[in-house]
């Protein structure tokens, strides 16, 4: 079954500690992001990868990092994550290619409730 | 840069009605747009996808259309049931089609 999991599902935390949100594929897709959203905002993309080791910064990139170094992961680092990033979060990863022969399909992840206090 | 926008953000139809909301995005250099459902709490399904080449993509009772010269997409649902009570967005490529620019949703209710 194609799936996107993602761990954890909630998390509480404080201003300051560092965490990782981690997010896994089956489908062998190249393309693979973080969304947030939130009230009144939508979904906005945070970052992408088009491939491993190759990552680029989505609408609003700033406070998170992230790493490609395997083709099914690619989790979401926040160094010291403060109250604005108290949000939704949501891993997705995308069949499509710049070659133009993909579905172009895009399955998320059930999302993270992450909470910093 | 993509800006998409969903009119209206809630809509609430008794059960059986026949519904449209609609989409709308600024860059009309797009190859496809996509409507995805969100239920509470929950992730978001890709429903029905609709390549530039095509005019109408059809799901069950769903129903979505394109019309990139007037920058619109409308999700059609017929015979509108209380499952149907979800979010709905709608999702444009960027220019460079890296990147997907989704609408705010549109809150659907289904009262029995």
């Known amino acids: 079954e194609a799936q996107v999991t993602q761990n954890p599902r909630y998390l509480i935390t404080v201003t300051g500690k560092k965490l990782t949100v981690t997010c896994s594929q089956n489908?062998?897709?190249?393309?693979m992001s973080w969304y947030r959203q939130d009230p009144g905002l939508g979904l906005r993309q945070i970052y992408y990868?088009?491939?491993?080791?190759?990552?680029d910064k989505g609408d609003v990139p700033e406070g998170y990092k992230v790493s490609r170094k395997e083709k099914r992961n690619f989790p979401l680092i926040l160094e010291s994550p403060s109250p604005n990033q108290t949000s939704l979060y949501f891993c997705?990863?995308?069949?499509?290619?710049?070659?133009?022969?993909?579905?172009?399909?895009?399955?998320f992840g059930p999302g993270t409730r992450l909470t910093v206090l | 840069k993509q800006e998409v926008t969903q009119i209206p953000a809630a809509l609430s139809v008794p059960e059986g009605e026949n519904l449209v909301l609609n989409c709308s995005f600024t860059?009309?250099?797009?190859?496809?747009l996509q409507w995805f459902r969100q239920d509470p709490g929950k992730g978001l399904t890709s429903l029905l996808l609709?390549?530039?080449?095509?005019r109408e993509q059809t799901s069950g009772r769903l129903n979505a259309s394109l019309d990139k010269s007037s920058g619109r997409s409308t999700l059609y649902i017929a015979a509108s049931q209380p499952g149907d009570s979800a979010t709905y967005l709608c999702?444009?490529?960027?220019?460079?089609?890296?990147?997907?620019?989704f609408g705010s949703g549109t809150q659907l209710t289904v009262l029995p």
């Open positions: 999702a444009a490529p960027s220019g460079s089609a890296r990147q997907l620019t």
């Open positions: 489908m062998n897709h190249e393309y």
């Open positions: 990868s088009m491939n491993v080791e190759v990552t």
């Open positions: 860059d009309s250099a797009i190859y496809n």
């Open positions: 609709i390549q530039s080449s095509q």
């Open positions: 997705a990863s995308r069949d499509w290619d710049s070659g133009g022969v993909s579905t172009d399909t895009q399955y």
